[in-house]
T-cell receptor, first 113, second 114 residues
């Protein structure tokens, strides 16, 4: 059974710092992995989607990498800003495009001005 | 603007009462989903629907029911059989269940017990 974990559960950094958020999954047979942002009391906003054949995806100051064999993904945020404060969740889809999505519990990020 | 609308934003349930959460999308997506989010846990799938008049149980369907009479709408009923309904409920949609398409989310409904 696929399990997704994210450590740490919470992270506080000063503004301007580069940071890395971690996502681990137990079954390496995945179809894709997605990173989401969730603001308090809101739904999820998709940030990056990495297909199983890809190693990384970039969007602006965000870079997500995927290492299927080790069951890990990282989300790199460059030059963090207070507006980046939110909870970041990763989610993996099972081996086929038909499989359901399993979500991690998220990392709560606070960027201090 | 296309998107997913969930209502109400906050909902309170009395003992023995059924309540219905609304989810409407204008993205022309075939697939719709209901998730439950509890503090410190990932989202858990309650029900999903691939097409009108079709829906499937997710991992935690007990105490919940859904209908899909229109493509745009996928309401969730939390019945009195759900003994621990306090949670944040999120509705999502995607072009299809197949194809690994990304899911788009509404802003959620927070349900509490009176």
């Amino acid at each position: 059974k696929q399990e997704v974990t994210q450590i740490p559960a919470a992270l506080s950094v000063p503004e301007g710092e580069n940071l890395v958020l971690n996502c681990s999954f137990t079954d390496s047979a995945i179809y894709n992995l997605q990173w989401f942002r969730q603001d308090p009391g809101k739904g999820l906003t998709s940030l990056l989607l990495i297909q199983s054949s890809q190693r990384e995806q970039t969007s602006g100051r965000l870079n997500a990498s995927l290492d299927k064999s080790s069951g890990r993904s990282t989300l790199y945020i460059a030059a963090s800003q207070p507006g980046d404060s939110a909870t970041y969740l990763c989610a993996v889809r099972g081996e086929t495009s038909y499989d359901k999505v399993i979500f991690g519990p998220g990392t709560s990020l606070s960027v201090i001005p | 603007d296309g998107g997913i609308t969930q209502s109400p934003k906050y909902l309170f349930r009395k003992e023995g009462q059924n309540v219905t959460l609304s989810c409407e999308q204008n993205l022309n997506h075939d697939a719709m989903y209901w998730y439950r989010q509890d503090p410190g846990q990932g989202l858990r799938l309650i029900y999903y629907s691939q097409i009108v008049n079709d829906f499937q149980k997710g991992d935690i369907a007990e105490g919940y029911s859904v209908s899909r009479e229109k493509k745009e709408s996928f309401p969730l009923t939390v019945t009195s059989a759900q003994k621990n309904p306090t949670a944040f409920y999120l509705c999502a949609s995607s072009i299809a269940v197949r194809g690994g398409q990304p899911q788009h989310f509404g802003d959620g409904t927070r349900l509490s017990i009176l």
